[in-house]
Structures are given as C-alpha cells and as structure tokens.
C-alpha cells in the first residue's frame, strides 16, 4: 500500500473534505513539473500535500530552489518533507504576497470555500492586493490561482489542475477574461476518462498551462489518459484545438472546444428562460435539524404552524410525477417530508426546539448564521415542475402535483404567467430523450458519470419552441401526459419523443 492509498483509508473522512485533499497521479506531476520548471530558479507549491510536485522538481530540476506551503499539519507530519523544500505549515492565501516565483505547479484544495472559517480576511487580502472583491461564493482554488498568477514571475510558467467545471460555469468567468485579458493561457488539458487520476476523487480535472510569453491563440487537448501526457507538446504539433484568443469569450463555455460532441442540428429552438426561469431549491444551512418527520414533530411536540411540506431528499421521488397520495404515503413511512417554517417563535415547544439547535451550534452554521433570526427559512414559491440538480443518465423532472417545496435537490422550475396554461407540455417536452439530449449540451461534467446543472444552465440552454405546436398536437400530448399521470410512463414518453422530434427536425418545421 502507498503511503497515499493509506493516508486515504486511515484518514477521517471528514479530515479529508474539510481540507480538500486529492492526491495526483506521479505521470501528471511529472508533466506538470517538467513544462513549468524549464530554466526556473524558483518554483512553489502552494498546496504541498504529499510533495509529489517538489519531489517532481528535485529530480527534473535539481539546482531550482523548492518552496512550499501546506496548511494541515497532520498531512505535514505523515509525508514530512522528502524533498528538502523550504516547506512552510501556513495559510498560501494569507502570506507571502510579496514574493515572485518562475514555476508554480499546484494541485489546489477542493473544497466550498463557503467551509473555510476565515474566508472574510482571506478575501480581503486578495483584495488588497490585486484590487478585486471576489464574493463568497468563489471557489476556492479559484483563489490559490488568482494569488499564483499575481506571483508568477516576468518569464515565470504555472500549471494548475482544477475541475473541468470551471470551463462552463459562472464562477469561472472572472479567471477566463484575466488569461483572455493579459494573454497568459497557453494550453488547457481536459482528461475525458480520469476516473483513476485521483484517488477518491469525483469530479473531472483539466490542467491549465499558463505563462507570460506573446501568444495569438490557446490550445485545447482532449486526453484519454495520464499515459497520453507523455507524448503531448504542447506547442500546437500535437493533435488538439488551436483557438484563437478572438474566439475566446470568457462567458462562453470551453467545454465545447475539446473534440466537440457530434451535435444533430435542430430547427425551432429558443432558450429554455423564453418559456420559464429555474431557480435552486430551498437552502437550510443544517437539514439534520431543519428537516422533520412525522414523528420527530410529534416528539417535540412542534404546531402545525411551523411545518411546511417539504421534499429533502430526490430518492423520495420514485417516478416523474408526486401527487398529493404519494406525498402522504412519504409521511406515513416517516420519511423527513416536513420542514421547519418559523413565522412565530412564541411557542414553548418551539422556544424549547431553538434551544436545542443553540445547543449544538446550529446558529454558527455559515448560512445559518447570515439569517436574522438564524432559525427563519428561506422563501420559496412552490413550483409546479423540479428538475434534478445533478444527473447520471435521464435527467430527473418531476411533476410536482402536491403542491409541495423542495431542497437544492431538485431545482424549480416557474412558468412565465403567459405560458401557464402550457406547463404540462413543457412537462411531457423535457421528459423526452430529444429535449434532454439538447438540455444536455449546456452540463457540466463532475466525474464518474455525473452531470451537474446550475439553474443558469439550463435557463440559457435551447429547448423547442412549443409555440409552433398545432391545436391537434396539443391534444395528443395532453393525451399522453394523462397517461403518464396514471403510471404509463415509458410508452408514452417514447411517442412524446416522435411528436417532439418532428417539429424539431426538417420532417416538420414550421407553424401549422
């Protein structure tokens, strides 16, 4: 066993998550350190972890100077330092500004930034230096990257693996216009298959290669495999997407530019937000005291008053419609299905009950604590379709017929009042493999198969313009979505599919 593999297994895992520790694969270090360390007299790891990088440079450039940080001192104390780096057991984010380095290769921490105890002065001291206030909501290794690039020298090179996420997201889109800005992306290396590439990791990786040298255009790889590094240059001979920097937009997602998926053309389309917008499910801060069964209200003896019904968990939902018996089959099988709701806190059980969550410190909780009063909850309307933040396969709408709210589980889905009298069209329309196909383009991908959407996602992703549906198609889906209510799901979502299709294809394209 590896001194990785055991520091994994031994290791609490909540140790792990707080600090966000994922080990690299000793190839992609390898390939890292060897494009950065060219002709560097110094090179930092802001995130040492087990010193695979420095051990990398000791052997690849043995007169470079090593310098390191590593925040945890457990993860110090069990690898120690095998390659005499000058290794410092400090915050990266909070010290140090003010030196400069020719080669930065990192691995850096994945974890909420949203968890880090000290984000405020964190951001502060970027603020300080680069003049920007980011929000706390910024990533993380956002951040670790933002200072490696503030410190990355005249002639300096930086290689970073971050979560190919970043290609598409929102969040992404301040780091993008500063490489598009100043010029300083050199190439991006997306892994398709990197399930192996990090132990116990879950979400897909890309590395960007980053330096200051004049450049009219970025390159894109899409590897297979660590193995592939081994034969990549990346100085455009190596088979990959040359994209000029007038084609980089920094709202635009990259994700398109590694080896583009085969996308069949449709006709019809409009953006999903012409028809409805999709906001995230109901935030609770701490589900574990939040949320409710049937018998724990009892138990504490809570008025109906303060209790909402509520779904917490998408395994809950079995199939693409709940009705009210379905929701009360939930209860009665105690599933947490309530949510605690305070308008009026002049209650003794109630009192008592936001004692308890005092007690164990619900009220410190990040966003809980942002709340006046902590135990309020937020607000939102009840939505007639939910859709599933994250996905394997099908993606997950449910037909939301009990009238009921829903958790981040689910993101909700709010007709425009003009389209109202068509939401259970647009229901049967997302339920169809063509619809999801074309929602599909718009994911990001988190690793071993999992599919991820922010509400932005798919509000700005195409869908058929359902305008264009005759009286007659109308009434068949309407027909169609009877049946699916009664339990006839597949048979019918398979026809909804044709009728879709063919207005979506050249068979059927106009009004009628």
């Avoid at 290794?87 to 380095?101: A, C, F, Q």
């Avoid at 502060?124 to 680069?130: D, S």
């Avoid at 969550?357 to 939505?383: C, D, F, H, T």
Wanted: proline fraction near 5%; hydrophobic fraction near 35%.
């Amino acid at each position: 066993m590896t001194k990785e593999i055991e520091y994994s297994t031994t290791t609490d895992p909540a140790h792990i998550r707080k600090y966000g520790q994922y080990f690299t694969d000793p190839d992609v270090a390898g390939f890292m350190v060897a494009w950065a360390c060219r002709e560097a007299g110094k090179l930092l790891d802001p995130a040492a972890g087990n010193s695979v990088f420095l051990k990398c440079a000791k052997r690849i450039a043995p007169t470079c100077d090593l310098y390191g940080y590593e925040i945890d001192p457990d993860m110090l104390e069990f690898f120690g330092n095998p390659s005499g780096a000058v290794l410092k057991n400090e915050d990266y984010l909070l010290t140090g500004w003010e030196e400069r380095y020719d080669a930065i290769v990192c691995n850096p921490p994945y974890n909420r930034f949203q968890a880090v105890t000290n984000r405020e002065r964190i951001l502060e001291e970027i603020e300080r230096h680069t003049g920007v206030r980011y929000s706390s909501y910024t990533n993380l290794y956002i951040l670790f990257l933002l200072k490696s690039l503030f410190q990355l020298s005249e002639q300096g090179r930086l290689a970073y693996i971050i979560p190919t996420e970043f290609l598409n997201s929102k969040y992404g889109t301040v780091i993008k216009e500063k490489l598009i800005r100043e010029r300083l992306l050199r190439a991006v290396i997306c892994f398709r298959r990197d399930k192996d590439l990090f132990y116990h990791a879950t979400t897909t990786c890309c590395i960007l290669l980053i330096d200051r040298e004049p450049k009219s255009s970025a390159c894109f790889y899409g590897l297979d495999s660590a193995e592939q590094l081994k034969r990549l240059k990346t100085d455009g001979s190596t088979a990959g997407d040359m994209i000029s920097y007038d084609e980089l937009k920094p709202d635009r997602k990259w994700r398109e530019f590694f080896d583009p998926e085969p996308h069949e053309e449709y006709m019809n389309l409009r953006p999903v937000s012409d028809f409805c917008s999709v906001s995230r499910g109901i935030a609770t801060g701490s589900n574990a005291f939040f949320c409710l069964s049937k018998s724990k209200i009892a138990d504490h003896g809570l008025p109906e008053d303060v209790i909402i019904p509520c779904i917490c968990r998408s395994v809950d939902v079995k199939g693409p419609v709940l009705a009210k018996a379905d929701f009360d089959r939930l209860a009665e099988e105690e599933r947490t299905v309530y949510l605690l709701d305070i308008r009026d806190a002049k209650h003794p059980a109630v009192e008592a009950y936001i004692r308890d969550g005092e007690e164990m410190g619900i009220n410190r909780k990040y966003l809980v604590s942002r709340r006046n009063p902590w135990y309020s909850m937020e607000q939102r309307p009840v939505a007639p379709i939910w859709v599933s933040s994250a996905c394997r396969k099908r993606i997950k709408f449910v037909r939301n017929l009990a009238g009921v709210r829903a958790l981040t589980t689910f993101h909700s889905i709010l007709v425009h009042p003009v389209y109202e009298q068509d939401t259970d069209i647009l229901f049967c329309y997302f339920l169809t493999p063509v619809a999801q196909e074309i929602l599909r383009r718009n994911r990001k991908e988190m690793g071993n198969g999992l599919d991820k959407f922010q509400p932005r996602d798919l509000e700005t992703a195409k869908m058929l313009d359902i305008t264009i549906l005759s009286a007659e198609e109308r009434r068949e889906i309407l027909g169609l979505y009877d049946r699916i209510i009664l339990g006839e799901v597949d048979p019918c979502i398979a026809r909804l599919d044709r009728i879709f299709r063919r207005k979506l294809t050249a068979e059927d394209s106009g009004h009628t």
